[in-house]
């Protein structure tokens, strides 16, 4: 299989006033095509900081990062930008919708960033929303919403320039749990189609729908196993 991801040796070191704290301690990882890994981890642990570098929001102080053929860890900040629209595609706790933005203009977003015709972008758009059950809501607004509709339009955003990976922070951490498992339902149908989906998250249940759990504590990884019992999401997109 292809590694999408690989992580090897990884140090990240913060200066807090006059504290130095080792978020990431010689952190090694590799994630491959088609994966469902779920990061683990108290509050401190590491996994955050892992979050940011492996979206390219962070740099590493030493180690090596290469995400699809691309060497991260020597990037300058033009390249890392064209990464983050093109190979990432990120799912937000908030969802980070723009309130006045119709849906369908907020999916378009990144396709904006990227220099795509305005006819490609609506297109492009729309088929991502309807392949998380919201065709029917292009033209609403966020607080026409549901929570659940809005972190749909969220991963129909992430979904829209065909990213390399999804990488979801908490995506149901404002949710009940009925959303919760919907939202979730919708991951497992993406990572069938074959999509690599990361997935930040302080909840065991929600960690147990990945393929894969990585803990960290104190900076390290402390396990990286297989999930014995996997949760099935079993929801259907045209009953959201």
Known sequence: MKAIIQIDRLLKTYLIGDQEIQALRSVSLEIYEGDFVAIMGPSGSGKTTMMNVIGCLDKPDAGEYMLDGYAISEAHDDDLAYIRNQKIGFVFQNFNLLPRTTAVENVEL?????????????????????KVGLANRLYNRPNEL??????RVSIARALVNNPVILLADEPTGALDTKTSIEIMAIFQQLNEEGKTIVLVTHEQDIAEYAKRIVRFRDGEIISNEQVANRRQAVVELSAL
Request: proline share 4%; glycine share 14%; charged share 20%.
């Open 110 to 130: 990144p396709l904006l960033y990227a220099g795509v015709s305005a006819r490609e972008r609506r297109g492009r758009a729309t088929e991502s929303l309807s």
């Open 146 to 151: 549901s929570g659940g509709q809005q972190q």
